[in-house]
């Protein structure tokens, strides 16, 4: 079955500075992937889709962006982040398992700025 | 995606049984009832879906009304760790099954000792 790999596992930023965040899948080729934050205590937002390399699409226009060098390596970015970016962000793809499609998610980046 | 609407909250104790109600009044036929959970600190994961009939799995039961209208999760005997937020959540069988889920707010359920 998918795996889904993200890090860090936790960051802090400073207002203004950079980000990357790096999720990688293993058990599937040309997965569509996704990108979600989670302020605290409130639901899934979706920010990034990907249904293949180089092929991003954006949810809600913001901060951040998104890119997809390889089949299996999704990246969220910022050139310059602000408070409003903290949260919870979470990688996912859908694949098979058993007779069913799921949606599989990654451990997350809690990410502060501060 | 048809609307689900959940309670905000609900509470239980350890080792007994606990239903969540999920109402989805506008269903369509071609729409499958899939129930995540989400740990704290973790992405959600997957526990039980079906269409028409009840659904039984090692994590859980769901119970499914005869209109479709609702359904319930049913944690046979809930203990501390399926503390979670539970989130029940309807796709199309036909153009849905590549698509991402879409989240609302679920369930948070408290497991008391």
């Known amino acids: 079955s998918q795996t889904i790999h993200q890090w860090p596992a936790t960051l802090v930023q400073p207002v203004g500075s950079p980000l990357s965040l790096e999720c990688t899948v293993e058990?599937?080729?040309?997965?569509?992937l996704y990108w979600y934050r989670q302020a605290a205590g409130r639901g899934l937002q979706l920010l990034f889709y990907?249904?293949?390399?180089?092929?991003i699409s954006s949810e809600v226009p913001q901060n951040l962006s998104a890119s997809r060098p390889q089949d299996r390596q999704f990246i969220l970015s910022s050139k310059k982040l602000l408070l409003s970016d903290s949260g919870f962000y979470l990688c996912?793809?859908?694949?098979?398992?058993?007779?069913?499609?799921?949606?599989?998610f990654g451990p997350g980046t809690r990410l502060t700025v501060l | 995606d048809a609307k689900t609407t959940q309670p905000n909250s609900m509470e239980s104790n350890e080792e007994e049984p606990v239903h969540l109600p999920c109402n989805h009044s506008?269903?369509?036929?071609?729409?499958?009832i899939h129930w995540y959970r989400q740990l704290p600190s973790q992405g959600p994961e997957y526990v039980i879906h079906?269409?028409?009939s009840n659904v039984n799995n090692r994590m859980a039961s769901l119970a499914i009304a005869e209109d479709r209208k609702s359904s319930t999760l049913i944690l046979h005997r809930a203990t501390l760790r399926d503390a979670a937020v539970y989130y029940c959540?309807?796709?199309?069988?036909?153009?849905?099954?590549?698509?991402?889920?879409?989240f609302g707010s679920g369930t948070q359920l408290t497991v008391l000792p």
């Open positions: 996912a793809c859908i694949g098979l398992a058993g007779d069913h499609n799921e949606q599989f």
């Open positions: 058990g599937t080729s040309n997965p569509n």
């Open positions: 990907s249904v293949g390399i180089g092929q």
């Open positions: 506008t269903i369509s036929g071609t729409d499958y």
């Open positions: 079906g269409l028409t």
């Open positions: 959540i309807l796709r199309d069988v036909v153009s849905g099954s590549a698509r991402q889920l879409t």
